[in-house]
C-alpha cells in the first residue's frame, strides 16, 4: 500500500479475495489496511468465512448499512484504492456518493501483479494441481469410448480429481468430439463418441490451500 500511496485497499474480484484469504463465495469485499484484513460478507457465509481464513476480521453486511464508511472512520482512511479491475462502475459510484470526503485510486493493476509474482509454495502448489490432473485424466483415460457421452467423460474427469484431492475444476471441463472438437470453449453435451472421431479435452484443477492469509498488499 505504501507503493501506492494508498491508506487502504477495497477488493472486489472473489480470485483476490480466495489468493489473500481462502475464501471463496459468490459475492463479497475485503477490506485491506495497514494494520488488519477485513472480510466484508452477508449472513450466508459467516460460519464457512471462519473455518477457512486465519487472522481476518470478519464484519456482516446488512441491509441498509454502509460498513465501508464505518470502517473508513475507523481506520482514518483518506485515500482508498479499488480494485478497478473487478468494480462494477455503478459499485464505484455508489461508494462516491456515500463517501465524499475519500478519494478513490484504480489499483487493479497493482493487485493483479502481486498475484503474477509466485513465492516458492505457490509454484510447489501449481505442481502438485498438475500432478493431480495427470493422475486423475489417467486413471479415467480408458473410460473415453464409443457411446459415452460428453458430459459422462466430462463428469468422470471432474469426479477422478476430486477423488484425488482437488477442490474442483478450475473451469468448467471442456470435452468436445467430432466436429464439435473445433468450436472453441465448447461445453459438453449428450452427444455420444463415435469411433475414430478426434476428442477434445481441456481440463485443470485446484486444490485447497491451507496456508496462512497472505501478507497485505
Same mark, same amino acid.
Request: aromatic share 6%; net charge negative.
Given at each position: ?125 501449481? !505442481?502438485?494441481?498438475? =500432478? *493431480? %490432473?495427470? $493422475?486423475?485424466?489417467?486413471? #479415467?483415460?480408458?473410460?473415453? /469410448?464409443? +457411446? !459415452?457421452?460428453?458430459? =459422462? *467423460? %466430462?463428469? $468422470?474427469?471432474?469426479?477422478? #480429481?476430486?477423488?484425488?484431492? /482437488?477442490? +474442483? ?49
Amino acid at each position: 500500500m505504501k507503493q501506492m500511496d494508498v491508506d487502504a485497499v477495497i477488493i472486489k474480484g472473489m480470485d483476490n479475495i480466495y489468493y489473500l484469504t481462502g475464501f471463496r463465495g459468490s459475492e463479497g469485499g475485503l477490506l485491506v489496511t495497514k494494520g488488519d484484513v477485513v472480510l466484508l460478507i452477508d449472513f450466508r457465509y459467516l460460519t464457512h468465512a471462519a473455518e477457512v481464513t486465519r487472522g481476518v476480521t470478519i464484519v456482516e453486511i446488512k441491509d441498509k448499512e454502509n460498513p465501508l464508511a464505518t470502517l473508513s472512520e475507523r481506520y482514518g482512511i483518506k485515500r482508498l484504492g479499488f480494485d478497478s479491475f473487478n468494480t462494477t462502475y455503478q459499485v464505484y459510484q455508489k461508494w462516491k456518493e456515500a463517501l465524499p470526503q475519500i478519494e478513490f485510486v484504480p489499483v487493479g493493476a497493482e493487485l493483479e501483479s502481486i498475484r503474477a509474482q509466485k513465492e516458492p509454495e505457490e509454484i510447489l502448489a501449481i !505442481r502438485r494441481a498438475i =500432478q *493431480v %490432473a495427470t $493422475e486423475a485424466f489417467t486413471l #479415467m483415460l480408458g473410460k473415453i /469410448a464409443p +457411446g !459415452r457421452t460428453e458430459k =459422462q *467423460v %466430462a463428469a $468422470e474427469l471432474d469426479h477422478a #480429481m476430486r477423488s484425488l484431492g /482437488a477442490e +474442483g475444476p478450475s473451469f468448467e471441463t471442456i470435452v468436445a468430439s467430432g466436429e464439435r472438437a473445433a468450436l472453441p470453449h465448447a461445453q459438453p453435451t449428450d452427444k455420444p463418441l463415435q469411433k475414430g472421431e478426434a476428442v477434445i479435452i481441456d481440463f485443470g484443477c485446484q486444490l485447497v490451500d491451507t496456508r496462512a492469509t497472505r501478507p497485505a498488499p
